[in-house]
């Protein structure tokens, strides 16, 4: 849904010890919509953002959006539903 109609099972990055961060700003930049996953210069996701590696949430990556990705890695990116009444 971030890349419109087109269906990426996968993202090629075309530099090794590419960071999360590199990842996340290459989708965003693909993107047909407006995407900010984090704000310049923080460390941090924007709320409402839940993303994954290799089933390690962001949160115990020791590395954060340093975290260097290897080729096969799976990173998952998901929309976090906030519940209201």
Known sequence: MLLGDRDAAS?????P???L?????EISGRS???????APGTD???EG???QVNGLAFADLAEGLGTILHDGDCVAI???LL???
């Open 11 to 15: 993202i090629d990055l075309d530099r």
């Open 17 to 19: 010890g590419a960071t």
């Open 21 to 25: 961060a590199e990842l996340l700003e």
């Open 32 to 38: 047909t919509n407006t995407v900010e996953f984090f």
């Open 44 to 46: 941090d996701l924007q």
């Open 49 to 51: 953002w839940e993303v």
């Open 78 to 80: 998901r929309l976090a």
């Open 83 to 85: 519940g209201g009444g």
